[in-house]
């Protein structure tokens, strides 16, 4: 199967630690800006948000380590695939590139590492947005109860190494084509070849994506439990876009990000989680209204 990519851009492949490279697709001229993707996807995920703003920006898509065409490290201690390692991963893609500072825009999985990269890295991410997601903290007090059963997939790869990469790997694309499916609100929005290529990445990459969930349910908390408590906010401008989740599961998203972004601006859509496949037009104008702040 030929791999899809985003028509105009080159691939690159870039050296971001021991042992570790990222492929990355770039393309276009101007301001820098940097988008990663979320689960279960590739960087493919922006080819329509990409191509647009690619007319007026430097655009570079990275898979992010353990993802798509990227290095996928073994699992040999908490911090490989920590938020920490793998904003770090971003930031020196960035300037391997000959960015030092730029917009970072961030999907699900690719939020938080966006998340921390903001956090750790404020001198390199001049903005930041946030699809769909809650900070890692905030994401585990959110659920709870029965309603705790949307996330399940949290709590199975959450698991000591061996029981959740087995589960899944003896059903991969029944597991990632769930939520695909049951995540977006317009299926046209992942046509086939698409989907094809999200499963097949997907499925060669089971112990590195349960690694990244691993890593959210342990050394992810106790970073951004330390930011909590040290009083450490975002330092730049902050948009988030997400659905409304919070009437099913009891929590106000904008407050909760309010108490890390000082200069936010928060907004409620009614497109799917998918949003950058499913309402691309709004999120590439989102992107160019927080470039301009």
């Known amino acids: 199967m030929t791999t899809p990519s985003i028509p105009g851009f080159t691939e690159h492949r870039v050296t971001v630690d021991d042992g570790v490279c990222l492929k990355a697709a770039v393309g276009g001229s101007g301001t820098p800006l940097v988008l990663l993707h979320g689960f279960p996807q590739t960087h493919l995920m922006w080819r329509h ?3 647009d703003l690619a007319a007026d920006h430097t655009v570079i898509c990275p898979d992010l380590r353990g993802y798509g065409a990227s290095d996928k490290p073994a699992e040999t201690g908490p911090g490989v695939y920590s938020k920490r ?9 960035a300037a391997a590139l000959g960015h030092d500072r730029f917009t970072l825009a961030g999907h699900d999985r690719g939020a938080l590492v966006a998340f921390r990269a903001a956090m750790d890295h404020p001198d390199a991410v001049a903005r930041a947005l946030f699809l769909d997601v809650l900070p890692t903290l905030d994401m585990w007090d959110a659920l709870h109860g ?4 949307v996330g399940f997939h949290l709590y199975l790869m959450a698991q000591a190494p061996g029981l959740p990469e087995k ?3 003896g059903a991969a694309d029944s597991f990632f084509g769930y939520f695909l499916d049951a995540w977006t609100k317009d299926p046209d929005a992942l046509p086939a070849e698409i ?3 999200y499963l097949a990445a997907s499925a060669d990459a089971v112990p590195s994506i349960v690694a990244d969930y691993r890593a959210s349910a342990g050394v992810d908390v106790d970073h951004d439990r330390a930011d909590k408590e040290n009083g450490n906010k975002l330092a730049m401008p902050v948009t988030v876009l997400q659905q409304d989740w919070g009437a099913a599961l009891g929590y106000h998203a904008q407050g909760l990000w309010s108490a890390w972004a000082d200069d936010l601006r928060h907004r409620t859509v009614s497109c799917g989680h998918f949003m ?4 691309p037009q709004l999120i590439a104008s989102e992107i160019r209204a927080l470039t301009g702040r």
Do not use: G, P, Q, W
């Not at 390692?85 to 893609?93: I, K, P, Y």
């Open 195 to 197: 989907r094809a290529h």
């Open 146 to 149: 029965l309603d705790a059963r």
């Open 167 to 169: 589960m899944i790997r």
């Open 85 to 93: 390692t793998m904003a770090r991963d971003v930031v020196r893609l």
């Open 49 to 51: 948000v990409a191509a």
């Open 276 to 279: 950058a496949e499913e309402d």
